[in-house]
């Protein structure tokens, strides 16, 4: 595949094929051709991943932040252009989330997020000073169609939250989308990242994804506002952050969250969204 790091020959080797993506195609001779045509493997041994998928507002920098971090802490890219990537392949039947420890999990997630932040963005990227802004046009017309008062307070508590810190919206590589599901096992590295959608910005806007995995695990606690405490103290001290900045930045993320529900029709807010802004804005 040519691609801006220059040209990769790659052949085809069997491997097992995700189940969901089989099942839609097996029906015809035609379409199990396909899928047995799937699967890459480079010219000199080495497995590897071909991602196809169109270029969007989200994803269209996920190249720039994969050549950026260069493999540490996150799947390596081999070769890219538009629309496609050549990925290491690693363990997709083992992510982070098959790990039976929620402690144990998130100390991994928190200490991965960690080193990617660490990194400054590169020109090229999405800015979150400009994603926070666009939030911020958008929740007073959004307010209303929320049926609740306590929804609408809530979702304008978030975007007052947001205007006191747009104005120092960071400049750190973020993931934005780092859940246990996003970490594959992995030869080069034991748990690396996948599926980076990155912006330019404060490390708190990266910190939802892990507050809301697993969230069973937080209900059977029988503790939810502790329980989402002691996760947001876990990362907020991984990652050095300040705690106030870090929840004006998670509330960001829940507006964010909240404004594409009711861009979807919905009248209500999410409550696990509701129940970890609410934990936050709690926090003594």
Request: aromatic content about 4%.
């Given at each position: 595949?040519?691609?801006?790091?220059?040209?990769?020959?790659?052949?085809?080797?069997?491997?097992?094929?995700?189940?969901?993506?089989?099942?839609?195609?097996?029906r015809t001779d035609r379409g199990r051709a396909w899928l047995a045509a799937l699967p890459v493997v480079r010219a000199d041994g080495t497995p590897a991943v071909l991602k196809l998928q169109p270029v969007t507002e989200d994803n269209a920098a996920a190249?720039?932040?994969?050549?950026?971090?260069?493999?540490?802490?996150?799947?390596?890219?081999?070769?890219?252009?538009?629309?496609?990537?050549?990925?290491?392949?690693?363990?997709?039947?083992r992510p982070l989330s098959s790990v039976a420890d929620d402690a144990v999990v998130l100390r991994i997630l928190a200490d991965l997020l960690a080193r990617l932040v660490a990194v400054p963005a590169p020109p090229g990227v999405r800015r979150l000073a400009d994603i926070a802004r666009a939030l911020l046009d958008q929740a007073p017309a959004a307010a209303p169609a929320l049926r609740s008062a306590a929804d609408r307070d809530l979702l304008r508590t978030c975007a007052s939250a947001v205007a006191e810190v747009v104005g120092e919206a960071g400049d750190r590589l973020l993931h934005w989308d780092l859940h246990y599901d996003n970490v594959l096992a992995g030869d080069r590295e034991p748990w690396p990242a996948i599926d980076p959608e990155p912006?330019?910005?404060?490390?708190?806007?990266?910190?939802?994804?892990?507050?809301?995995?697993?969230?069973?695990?937080?209900?059977?606690?029988?503790?939810?506002?502790?329980?989402?405490t002691r996760r947001?103290?876990?990362?907020?001290?991984?990652l050095g952050l300040d705690r106030d900045r870090a929840t004006a930045w998670t509330?960001?993320?829940?507006?964010?969250n909240a404004l594409w529900d009711v861009a979807d029709g919905e009248t209500a807010l999410n409550p696990v969204q509701v129940?970890?802004?609410?934990?936050?804005?709690d926090r003594p």
């Open positions: 595949m040519p691609g801006r790091r220059g040209r990769d020959h790659v052949r085809a080797a069997p491997v097992i094929v995700p189940e969901a993506l089989t099942a839609s195609y097996h190249p720039v932040g994969l050549r950026t971090w260069d493999g540490d802490g996150v799947v390596r890219l081999l070769a890219d252009e538009p629309g496609a990537m050549l990925l290491e392949r690693l363990d997709a039947s912006p330019a910005g404060d490390p708190g806007f990266d910190l939802l994804p892990a507050l809301d995995n697993r969230w069973d695990a937080v209900v059977a606690t029988g503790d939810v506002a502790r329980a989402v947001f103290d876990l990362l907020t001290d991984v509330l960001g993320r829940v507006l964010q129940a970890i802004a609410t934990a936050l804005l």
